[in-house]
């Protein structure tokens, strides 16, 4: 167990406080080797006053402090220390940094030791595990410390704490409501207060003010309710979108079928996801009820717009993708969040904005705003919460919906034309293949869907991540949420 020590004097002025911050997370240290350590990690403010941005990440999401025997006998030596955190990471690069960190750090022989001396914990494990973590590592917590988690569904991270903390102990958890490669700077950080006074909740917003992230609370309900209506079906769509591709033996950037903006976003953002890690999404899927619930209804409406078409039902399709349209979009300004020849600019392959378009039903699309119309679920309503990705996936739709001629198109080119209709069959195959797998709630059938997808298009994923950055970093300058607080 690695935890930091804290000084008052070693802290920015700003945020002088005695507080001792480890993260608690449970990682497997290489492949040679089963067993589990639970690492913390050092000070959130090096960020503020180190020059490379491996902290960023690792204070999100915990890191692996490689050479486990320097660790494992007390002392660390950072002269040939790497610190490391999923594809990220980098070397403590001059003698001063390696004696400033080396002074602040120790290493305690287990979990116990650390949660008796600690002042701020954070759970910083997967949705699943953190009942059994926080029971063993729990009842030691330090009297009047605050504890808190980072997972993507509250319900089970709260339950945890209020069954195994002692009473004395305030919680409070954060959840940083984008993806580990997005710059955190004015991107949404939720912070959720379950029990505490508010001297707790503003340490906890003290200490990670070094984000700059827009700070939100919310209450644990509130934040499950908010992530599903934002994330859960966003992220089912993509997930099929690859299930799709992968079982049709494509990479869609290489089709010419594929080009266009909205296009664009479909492959790019279904890489992104499919470049995580996979229990980021079940977590989300499987614990959350109203996730669940979403997901259903989205494989559903899939398959009964794929049915529509099938049976050349045009005047019924129209009829219901239009009514869910003006339900989901009809007042909104005249203003939208995307536009399509920005999003021509970020191509995998050769089929930027010179190749020509082919028609496209979009039934991802249809089926989304159609799920949205069935659930009563205003997406706009969120948007001061809404991660990246969700924003991005609004903003096509929108474009898709409000623009009356490509509207008119798709819904001809779902009855019409049989160009995609492999495709969204296979869709349709995936989007209730990964219902049914979230409904029975089985982590371990989740994960080897998404591994061996993600395997099907690793090659590509740094190619992926380094044009989706570039897509991100241009497109939320328009699709950027409200910037004003939500009241404590």
Not at 295 to 317: C, D, H, P, W
Request: glycine share 6%.
């Amino acid at each position: 167990m690695v935890a930091s020590s804290h000084p008052a004097d070693a802290m920015p002025e700003d945020q002088a406080a005695s507080v001792l911050c480890v993260f608690l997370a449970q990682l497997s240290l290489g492949d040679s080797t089963k067993q589990k350590y639970l690492l913390g990690c050092a000070f959130p403010w090096l960020i503020t006053q180190s020059s490379y941005s491996f902290p960023r990440g690792f204070i999100q999401s915990g890191g692996i402090l490689h050479d486990r025997p320097s660790a494992r006998h007390g002392r660390l030596n950072y002269q040939h220390r790497y610190y490391r955190n999923g594809s990220h990471g980098a070397y403590v690069r001059s003698s001063t940094e390696r004696s400033w960190l080396e002074g602040k750090i120790r290493v305690y022989p287990n979990g116990h030791l650390v949660s008796r001396v600690s002042d701020w914990i954070i759970y910083s494990v997967e949705a699943e595990i953190i009942d059994k973590v926080v029971a063993q590592f729990g009842p030691s917590t330090k009297q009047g410390a605050v504890v808190g988690g980072q997972t993507s569904c509250k319900a089970p991270e709260m339950a945890a704490f209020l069954a195994h903390l002692p009473p004395d102990v305030s919680i409070v958890s954060c959840h940083s409501l984008h993806g580990p490669n997005v710059d955190t700077r004015d991107q949404p950080l939720a912070i959720v207060r379950q029990r505490g006074p508010d001297s707790a909740v503003e340490l906890v917003a003290r200490i990670l003010h070094c984000f700059q992230s827009r700070i939100v609370y919310l209450s644990a309900e509130e934040h499950d309710l908010i992530t599903a209506d934002t994330q859960a079906v966003t992220h089912a769509a993509f997930l099929s979108m690859g299930t799709a591709w992968k079982a049709n033996n494509q990479f869609p950037w290489e089709v010419g079928t594929y080009a266009g903006g909205i296009e664009n976003i479909k492959i790019n953002l279904m890489l992104r996801i499919y470049s995580s890690k996979w229990h980021v999404y079940a977590g989300l899927a499987i614990l959350n009820p109203s996730a669940k619930k979403q997901i259903r209804q989205y494989a559903q409406s899939v398959t009964e717009l794929f049915k529509l078409m099938l049976a050349g039902n045009a005047e019924e399709l129209e009829k219901r993708v239009k009514t869910a349209g003006k339900a989901v979009f009809g007042h909104r300004p005249a203003e939208m969040l995307l536009e399509d020849e920005v999003l021509d600019r970020f191509s995998l392959g050769n089929t930027g904005s010179k190749a020509k378009r082919t028609p496209n039903n979009h039934l991802s699309l249809l089926a989304i705003v159609d799920c949205w119309w069935r659930l009563d679920i205003v997406p706009y309503e969120h948007m001061i919460c809404s991660t990246p990705l969700f924003r991005l996936w609004l903003g096509a739709t929108e474009y898709l919906f409000r623009k009356p001629n490509l509207l008119d198109e798709v819904l001809q080119t779902a009855i019409q034309d049989n160009t995609f209709r492999s495709d969204d069959l296979e869709f349709t195959f995936a989007a209730r293949g990964w219902s049914e797998c979230v409904s029975f709630g089985d982590f371990s059938s989740y994960r080897n869907r998404f591994e061996q997808i993600q395997a099907y298009f690793a090659p590509r994923f740094p190619d992926a991540t380094r044009l989706g950055n570039e897509m991100i970093q241009t497109i939320l300058k328009t699709t950027q949420a409200p910037k004003k607080d939500r009241e404590l």
